[in-house]
């Protein structure tokens, strides 16, 4: 629920156990690899200066980085090619990865296997690609009402005749530049989004029309010369041979899939095996070696090295040292591991829309989880849309959009809370009361300037907790200056409140706090902010006082004082959005009421009804997800979070 420490762990090996390392080490999924060069050149990386570790520490002079093996990629590509062509999805196995593997034995196997499917995927390749040509002649269908023989036409002594496509911007451009040009230019119609052409020309202009027609990014379509003809008589021979070589390809089909199914286990592992050998070739880009040596860095989860101990027993002579985070040079940047409760994990991708959280920072994921719900749900809290939000979510997880769809049945579970305090049901007000007869419900257009204040004072609360993140990453980050006296630090809070509690009496007539004692406040809380710098560099004991001269400090300062103000005040006062979408919620739905009773119809009535909730649905969900967000990104992050992190992204299948 928070952001998980990681440690960076060093490993020097023997360079004939590299490969089955790595694997073990990728199939934990728990190692984000790093160039090691780097923390070499930084000095940092650590196996313990020993007399035990002499070999590995006087290796590392002529130390270098290990190059990919391009046959790997050739290899994982004959693999693609092979599988594409048999229309067939391997399964990609664990079991098959683990172990010991040759990279020279899995080249043998891939080449055997291939050889096998070799005619079979000769002969698909060729009949699809007939079929595709068939297809591409599709636009024959355009012309079949012309009574003209196109093998004629296109045996002329004296003309070239050219089918292709063209754009209407294109065709302009030949009219306006070649205004004396000998060709005729036919428009035959719009086929698949393009525009079709016939381009008749002298042959004697072929290569000055071949240069023009390139201009204009002229497609050209090649006809098989035995399909010319008649248009008409064209587009039988087409369909003809269509038809014959689908019979031939699902008879092939038929073939390749029970030959697939008997060699379905070594493809499988074929193809898991040189996935796998691809991905340790890319890690392999990220080490360093030597003749006997090689070294690795990578950096782990803390609570993870138990596992990595277990691999380590495997293997004789294998060197491992793990640092903190803290130990690890600045030049090489700390990653990011989140790891949030399950019901929150969806919000991480809203929240790193923003920017990732530092690893130093405070995470905000679950704060912004049970916010943006209550932001969601308060605006648009309907029981009846709510159900349709979690339902929508659940179809959506189950067809594989996961991480949307997750958001969606959560946020539809705010819309479903508020809904029920509204006593709200797909627009219609009274019917959950009707059933369930409570005191608990507070419908918006009975209760407006409730609505309206709650939504401020619910704002003032968010705003409050995020100084308290604020302050909290202050101290953590140790910029003390900030965290007593900035503007977003204790001196801020204390300055917010004294304005809420000065607003308050003004605007009630009803002093909470003897206003001498506040604007004493306020006083004091403006002068701290104008010498924030001195003073916190005068608490951490540094100097100079000041990061400019004094002149150009203040003059800042004063202008800081200025926005901290505005920004307080347009904080506080921006939240009422909350209140006044839940308003124009239940204002949309009067409205279609309204239309419906003109209609005056049961049919106009239902038609009403649906119309106006998937309207309302589609269109004013989107807005108060925006909405949401906005008051996040704007309002609270930008009070304590820097979001300037990169996440933890370890190297995986």
Request: aromatic residues 12%; negative net charge; charged residues 25%.
């Amino acid at each position: 629920m928070a952001i998980r420490k990681l440690n960076m762990m060093n490993i020097v090996c023997k360079n004939e156990c590299l490969d089955e390392l790595l694997r073990d080490l990728i199939l934990e999924e728990n190692c984000q690899f790093i160039d090691t060069i780097t923390e070499i050149e930084e000095s940092d990386f650590s196996i313990g200066v020993t007399e035990k570790n002499a070999d590995e520490i006087l290796d590392m002079e002529d130390i270098v980085v290990l190059k990919e093996k391009k046959e790997v990629a050739e290899y994982l590509d004959i693999m693609d090619d092979m599988i594409k062509k048999l229309d067939y999805t391997p399964e990609v196995r664990r079991e098959y990865m683990h172990g010991e593997h040759k990279f020279e034995n899995i080249k043998n196997e891939i080449d055997e296997v291939a050889d096998k499917f070799k005619d079979i995927t000769q002969r698909l390749h060729g009949i699809n690609s007939k079929l595709e040509g068939l297809d591409s002649l599709g636009f024959i269908n355009k012309i079949k009402n012309i009574h003209v023989d196109f093998k004629d036409l296109m045996n002329l002594e004296f003309f070239t005749l050219k089918f292709g496509f063209l754009t209407k911007e294109k065709r302009k451009k030949i009219s306006q530049n070649y205004d004396n040009l000998l060709a005729i230019v036919l428009h035959l119609g719009s086929y698949e989004e393009k525009e079709l052409y016939i381009i008749v020309s002298p042959k004697s202009l072929d290569l000055e029309m071949s240069r023009i027609l390139r201009s204009t990014d002229f497609v050209e379509i090649e006809i098989d010369r035995k399909y010319l003809s008649f248009p008409e008589e064209m587009v039988k021979m087409i369909e003809a041979d269509r038809k014959k070589y689908e019979g031939e390809l699902k008879l092939l089909k038929k073939s390749s899939e029970e030959y697939i199914n008997s060699h379905k286990d070594t493809i499988d592992k074929l193809y898991s095996k040189i996935i796998m050998e691809s991905k340790i070739d890319n890690v392999r880009t990220k080490i360093a070696a030597t003749r006997n040596f090689c070294y690795i860095s990578t950096w782990v989860p803390d609570d993870h090295k138990g596992r990595y101990n277990d691999i380590f027993k495997k293997y004789s002579n294998v060197l491992v040292a793990y640092k903190n985070s803290e130990e690890v040079s600045n030049k090489i940047p700390i990653p990011t591991f989140l790891k949030n409760l399950f019901f929150f994990k969806p919000f991480e991708t809203l929240v790193n829309m923003y920017g990732v959280p530092s690893h130093d920072e405070l995470d905000t994921t679950t704060f912004f989880g049970l916010a943006y719900i209550f932001f969601f749900g308060a605006m648009f809290g309907d029981l009846g849309q709510g159900l349709v939000f979690v339902g929508a979510g659940l179809f959506l997880v189950k067809k594989g959009m996961g991480n949307f769809g997750s958001l969606m049945w959560r946020i539809g579970l705010g819309s479903i809370f508020f809904g029920i305090i509204y006593d709200s049901f797909f627009g219609y007000e009274h019917i959950i009361s009707k059933f369930f007869p409570l005191s608990i419900y507070i419908r918006p257009m009975e209760n407006i300037n409730s609505i309206l204040l709650a939504a401020v004072a619910s704002g003032v609360i968010l705003l409050l907790i995020s100084y308290g993140y604020s302050i909290f990453n202050k101290v953590k980050a140790k910029e003390f200056g900030e965290a007593f006296f900035g503007r977003n630090g204790i001196n801020g809070v204390v300055l917010f409140l004294t304005l809420l509690v000065l607003i308050y009496g003004i605007a009630t007539g009803k002093d909470v706090i003897p206003r001498v004692i506040l604007y004493l406040l306020l006083t004091i809380s403006v002068v701290l902010l104008v010498v924030k710098e001195p003073l916190g560099n005068i608490l951490m004991g540094n100097r100079p006082l000041y990061s400019e001269t004094p002149g150009e400090y203040y003059t800042e300062s004063g202008f800081n004082v200025l926005e901290t103000f505005l920004s307080i005040l347009s904080n506080g006062i921006s939240f009422i959005r909350i209140g006044a979408f839940a308003l124009n919620h239940v204002g949309l739905f009067i409205a279609f009421h309204t239309v419906a009773d003109m209609i005056g119809s049961t049919t106009g009535n239902i038609s009403m009804f649906i119309i106006g909730n998937v309207i309302i649905i589609g269109l004013e969900g989107l807005i108060v997800f925006i909405q949401g967000l906005r008051l996040f990104y704007y309002e609270l992050f930008s009070k304590y979070y820097k979001g300037e992190g990169v996440l933890f992204s370890p190297d995986k299948i």
